[in-house]
């Protein structure tokens, strides 16, 4: 312990420290503490001490009342964030369960109302005790120090409390038959590191240490010649019993990883039967958009388009996408510019060639058949059409109405 | 303070003879009751059965409960349950009575589990795959073994018990300290195994591993409140006023409290499993329990076994208030009855829940002959066991 009074600070009285004997004895000096209305101050003893509560006049702890709230907050709040996360801001279907749905939600409301609990607990006590706290003016008592954890019984008042006047109680506490007093002092009016610098210099230390690990571990790891096995932190993943592409399978007699189909059968969605509605084509004829083209159709087809080809394509269908721009400014030397919807080369193609051309891509264009469902790509078929009606409409592409419409304001 | 306690205040006394006769005859003329006034019922004799097994079910779980008691306190060395012990030890000897009482379950065993049926078995593929267990020889030898167990050990505890009242005997503590560690688990497994063939096989094709832990839960639940409300009123009656104290209902009320959140935390492992899987074999059996009224039966399981003592007993002061403990201790024990009730009826009472006053007067009549077999096993017997130990620290005890 640092030794205050080599430093030449002013000192002022911080409390008294009356040491007892046994358990008899410091129970029968904290009731009379506690009947003269003390209210700053506490006793240190070994071992708790059934009696010590009422003996020393303290109320029940607030701690069940935190725990019970931090159980009630964990127990909403688990079952709201189920609540918002899988029903309403992203609605999945797990399980083939409702989203919303209680049993399966339970365990995990069990859990949060359980670990809110006990960071009631644990974090109320804390603070109720107010820790985290290094220091404390007691830690300048040698005897204090050496035997509250051991085999002595303290009682402490604080010159803080009201009722503190320095001789009257020396004379109560020697009226208590203490094995001894001691007066405890603090630095005056000084902000006082709470952490001792032992204990910041162990602290640090061994925080400094720990922060060194991850680097080395990266440095060394870097430094370590290419051929060694490198450091497997999670072997299961590194190393997982499937097979490989292009690797012989030990477990099948041909000796194929990838097994065909059994003879006969046909994977579930197999059945493509109907080319002209799949492939976009009957024998060498390309065919016309299958689907029924309405105002549902071209929402779909459009919402698709924007989500899939506006990239390249421009929202507009006249191919100039955010992509194809910034590769037109680049100059990208393998650039191939994509064409607008206008272009007479796609205004002349068939549905059938353009459904082609998204399932299996064109030039620079990827193939989207994996990605883009055989109805929504014939929806965006359907609304490539509108696009380009759009640049290219005649009078008679419109309504009846609307044409005179038009033609009465251009007389005008 | 041992000494201060007042011989006259410590045993049954003239309580105990009158409880034994009062008791055989209520018990005679409530179960011949409910036996004729099932033959008015659509059901006949079946009806009664029913209400016999699972008023058996409710009286063996109070005893069981009491047995698991004795022992986990003998592991525990526990000091704060002695006074409150040798109640325990006298109900738990009650399995005898329960023993006696099976033979009307083996009377009606035709009716009560459709496996005894040879023309089921004969067409039923999954019942001949079970044959080799759910016959009906094996059976019965299982019911002599779990009885056999149960009996052997809870006569031990009491027996042992009552004799170092006079020798004061220390030693005799150790033993029972000994004997109770084996004991856990041979009671664990014969309660679990005795609850798969009582209750489970009422449908031989539905399975769940839980289930004995789900008996184990509501029996040992049941079994305190049943010391809370015996403790409340003898105390009325003038008995162990110095014993038994605040501190020793509270640890009582501690007890169901947390067993009250482990049914319902086994209850729902059952369940949740189950419905999850959503695999037609096992959800049956609660798809029985959902529909045709007995949904309604579910969720107040739910609410009357759980939450409502659940709120009622996590207050400290209910627990320090022996009427109101009583009370709610009297509660829980009317809706482990019908968790019983809803385990054994479905399968017969398909589309309504009909309790009838078959169930009451079978209950009432059967509480009579437990009473009795209490009162036969108390008999003069001192209410406390005077020469443990660890009395004296039983009598100071208190709650932090």
Same mark, same amino acid.
């Given at each position: 312990m640092p030794d205050h009074s080599s430093r030449n600070k002013k000192m002022k009285l911080h409390g008294l420290l009356a040491e007892f004997k046994d358990v008899d004895s410091i129970l029968k000096a904290s009731r009379a503490i506690r009947d003269k209305g003390f209210k700053k101050w506490d006793t240190h003893t070994p071992f708790p001490i059934h009696g010590m509560d009422p003996a020393m006049g303290l109320k029940k702890s607030l701690i069940p009342k935190i725990v019970l709230g931090g159980g009630l907050i964990g127990g909403v709040g688990g079952l709201a964030l189920q609540w918002w996360t899988n029903a309403v801001d992203y609605p999945w279907i797990v #399980?083939? $369960? +409702?989203? &919303? #749905?209680v049993p399966a939600n339970i365990p995990i409301v069990f859990e949060t109302t359980v670990l809110l609990a006990a960071f009631g607990a644990v974090f109320g006590m804390f603070i109720l005790n107010n820790l985290p706290s290094l220091y404390n003016p007691l830690f300048s008592s040698k005897n204090f120090v050496q035997g509250a954890t051991d085999d002595k019984f303290f009682v402490y008042i604080e010159a803080?409390? +009201? $009722? &503190?006047?320095p001789d009257r109680v020396r004379e109560l506490l020697e009226s208590l038959n203490p094995e001894s007093i001691e007066e405890i002092e603090e630095e005056e009016d000084e902000w006082v590191p709470k952490l001792s610098p032992q204990m910041a210099w162990t602290l640090g230390s061994i925080v400094f240490c720990l922060v060194l690990i991850p680097p080395i571990y990266i440095a060394r790891a870097q430094a370590k010649d290419r051929n060694s096995p490198r450091v497997q932190l999670i072997p299961d993943m590194d190393q997982q019993p499937r097979v490989n592409a292009q690797s012989a399978s030990p477990i099948f007699i041909d000796g194929r990883g990838m097994r065909n189909y059994v003879q006969g059968t046909v994977a579930r969605g197999g059945a493509q039967t109907d080319t002209g509605y799949y492939v976009g084509a009957v024998g060498e004829t390309w065919v016309d958009n299958p689907l029924k083209v309405d105002m549902a159709l071209l929402e779909r087809g459009k919402e698709r388009f924007d989500i899939y080809c506006a990239l390249c394509h421009g929202f507009d269908g006249l191919g100039k996408g955010p992509i194809a721009t910034r590769a037109a400014n680049l100059r990208e030397p393998n650039w191939v510019p994509p064409l607008s919807m206008t272009d007479s080369t796609v205004l002349e193609r068939e549905d059938g060639h353009l459904f082609n051309t998204i399932t299996n891509g064109i030039r620079n264009m990827p193939a989207y058949g994996d990605q883009i469902s055989v109805e929504d790509r014939w929806a965006i078929v359907a609304y490539v059409r509108a696009l380009q009606k759009s640049q290219h409409a005649t009078l008679k592409d419109l309504p009846s109405e609307e044409r005179e419409r038009l033609l009465k304001e251009g007389q005008q | 303070m041992a000494d201060k306690l007042d011989s006259q205040t410590i045993s049954l006394g003239p309580i105990g003879p009158a409880l034994l006769k009062i008791g055989v005859i209520v018990g005679i003329i409530g179960l011949a009751a409910a036996f004729m006034g099932s033959y008015t019922t659509e059901l006949k004799s079946e009806r009664f059965y029913l209400s016999y097994l699972v008023n058996f079910a409710f009286y063996l779980s109070l005893s069981i409960g009491a047995l698991f008691f004795i022992l986990t306190q003998h592991i525990g060395r526990a000091g704060w349950s002695v006074v409150v012990r040798r109640v325990a030890e006298a109900f738990a000897a009650n399995v005898a009575l329960m023993f006696v009482l099976f033979g009307v379950i083996f009377i009606g065993m035709g009716e009560i589990y459709s496996w005894t049926d040879p023309d089921r078995l004969a067409h039923d593929t999954i019942l001949q795959g079970k044959e080799p267990y759910l016959n009906t020889p094996f059976f019965l030898v299982r019911i002599l073994i779990y009885f056999g167990v149960w009996i052997l050990l809870t006569q031990y505890f009491l027996k042992g018990s009552v004799g170092q009242d006079s020798s004061k005997d220390p030693k005799k503590t150790e033993k029972m300290q000994m004997v109770s560690a084996p004991g856990i688990p041979i009671t664990a497994l014969t309660v679990t195994f005795a609850s798969f063939d009582l209750l489970m096989s009422r449908d031989p094709h539905w399975f769940s591993t839980i289930f004995g832990v789900y008996y184990f839960a509501g029996s040992f639940l049941a079994f305190f409140s049943l010391m809370a409300i015996f403790f409340c009123v003898i105390q009325s009656k003038g008995l162990l006023k110095d014993a038994i104290t605040v501190e020793h209902y509270h640890d009582i009320g501690k007890y169901m409290f947390g067993f009250t959140v482990f049914w319902a935390y086994i209850a729902f492992s059952q369940f949740m499993l189950i419905w999850y899987g959503n695999i037609p074999e096992e959800t049956v059996w609660y798809i029985r329990r959902f529909e045709g009224g007995w949904e309604t039966a579910s969720y107040f399981l739910l609410v009357g076994h759980f939450i409502i003592p659940f709120i009622v007993l996590i207050n400290r002061f209910v627990k320090r208030i022996p009427a109101l403990l009583a009370t709610i201790a009297f509660w829980i024990l009317l809706v482990h009855w019908f968790d019983l009730y809803w385990i054994v009826m479905p399968e017969s009472l398909k589309g309504h829940v009909g309790i009838s006053w078959i169930d009451i007067a079978c209950f009432i009549g059967m509480g009579g002959l437990y009473l009795a077999g209490f009162a036969f096993f108390m008999g003069d017997k001192a209410l406390i066991p005077q020469g443990d130990p660890r009395l004296e620290e039983s009598l100071h005890f208190k709650n932090a």
């Open positions: #399980s083939g $369960k +409702p989203l &919303f #749905s803080q409390d +009201p $009722k &503190f006047a | -």
